[in-house]
């Protein structure tokens, strides 16, 4: 479902690099630098995160949030697994409430997600092999959801995850059972009846450390462009491990960009606890994730304007990112992949990435 298992890399090259650069960068960051600038104030192109309903409500969070981006992502409620219950009826007290919320603020709303094989919920499961049953009720879903947003989401994840996470071939599931690979196709044509104007993306993971996996995303999208899908985005979340070896992103995303589609850096997040063995310091362990995260910039800046969706990542501050675990029990090892601490301070990691961003796009 998600980048659970975080592939390892030998990474000696770069903890050796880094360890060149360690004394400057570790001058510099621990000057005090004085109020962080907003990170929306530093790009052109939309900053994202993933924000959930009752975060919002938090003063100090909120504040934080609207000062530094300018789209949500909902990170849980507006999925399957949130708005259809067991009984068919739907619920949108939250996805709404972040909608009200990015337009009272003036900030840009993405739909996080319409379908995803991780969502195999009851409602469809009780008409699982339905045939037209499943087919109408799979049409219905997205008109409902994707037509209650009209002219509030900019775009959406139309399906989420569908390679193999291995690369080989496209995931099997509740929605390939039922109506074919075609479930795809079917979605973004469902998602352009319901909203015309929304900018519609397939997105996955695993597409910067895994060059199968994201040579196989690639061929779908081409099939589907050729086929005349209505696909405009293709999104990476760059749900990372700290150990990625240095240029994979930069090579992803020239790759993603080939075929000219908008690219949404989607869900960005560098995890340090599965790597954590891979370096012989926590400040190496830190200063690889930095290198992540400026590398990221760097990538997504190097893209034509016009290729520029958006730079989300997955989370604002540490403790209200997924690696630690569900929110309401969190894990006992505290990761820290995100731009803040737990209280909203901005961590060496965000003043590298403000320092990327201002320094503007890249040759290479
Ligand atoms: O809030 C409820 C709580 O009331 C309930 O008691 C509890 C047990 O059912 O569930 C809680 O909701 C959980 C929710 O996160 C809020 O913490 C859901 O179970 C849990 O499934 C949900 O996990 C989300 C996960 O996607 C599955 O939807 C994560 O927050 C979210 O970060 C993660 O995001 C995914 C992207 O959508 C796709 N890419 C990978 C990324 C990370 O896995």
Redesign the pocket.
């Known amino acids: 479902?998600?980048?659970v298992g975080i592939r390892r890399r030998t990474v000696l090259g770069a903890a050796l690099a880094l360890g060149a650069c360690k004394g400057s960068a570790r001058a510099q960051l621990s000057v005090d630098r004085g109020p962080p600038p907003p990170l929306k104030s530093l790009v052109p192109f939309p900053i994202g995160c993933?924000v959930?309903a009752p975060e919002l409500a938090q003063a100090d969070y909120a504040e934080l949030l609207v000062r530094n981006v300018s789209q949500l992502t909902p990170?849980?409620e507006m999925?399957m697994?949130y708005i259809l219950k067991d009984d068919g009826t739907f619920r949108f007290d939250a996805p709404d409430a972040i909608a009200a919320f990015a337009r009272s603020h003036g900030l840009r709303l993405f739909g996080?997600?319409l379908i995803w094989y991780?969502n195999p919920v009851a409602a469809f499961q009780r008409i699982d092999g339905s045939g037209k049953a499943f087919a109408d009720a799979y049409r219905n879903y997205i008109l409902a959801v994707a037509g209650r947003y009209r002219g509030q989401a900019v775009g959406w994840d139309v399906v989420?995850?569908p390679v193999n996470e291995d690369g080989e071939g496209l995931r099997d599931c509740l929605w390939s059972k039922n109506l074919g690979l075609d479930y795809i196709r079917r979605a973004l044509d469902h998602a352009q009846e319901a909203d015309p104007d929304a900018i519609l993306f397939i997105n996955d993971?695993f597409l910067e450390s895994i060059p199968r996996k994201r040579a196989t995303f690639l061929r779908m999208a081409e099939d589907l462009l050729r086929a005349g899908a209505p696909l405009k985005g293709l999104g990476t979340?760059t749900?990372l491990s700290a150990d990625l070896p240095a240029g994979a992103i930069r090579t992803a995303m020239k790759d993603l960009a080939s075929l000219g589609l908008q690219i949404h850096l989607s869900?960005m997040d560098v995890s340090l606890n599965r790597a954590r063995r891979m370096f012989a310091s926590s400040a190496d362990l830190e200063r690889a994730q930095s290198r992540l995260y400026a590398e990221a910039a760097d990538a997504f800046l190097a893209l034509p304007e016009r290729q520029r969706f958006a730079f989300t990542v997955?989370g604002l501050r540490d403790k209200d990112s997924?690696l630690r675990g569900?929110?309401?029990n969190p894990g006992p090892q505290l990761d820290a992949p995100l731009l803040f601490d737990d209280a909203g301070k901005a961590k060496d990691v965000f003043w590298t990435l403000a320092d990327a961003f201002r320094s503007g796009p890249r040759a290479g």
């Open positions: 479902m998600s980048p993933a959930m990170e849980w999925k697994e996080h997600n991780a989420n995850e993971y979340q749900h869900e997955w997924w569900p929110k309401e």
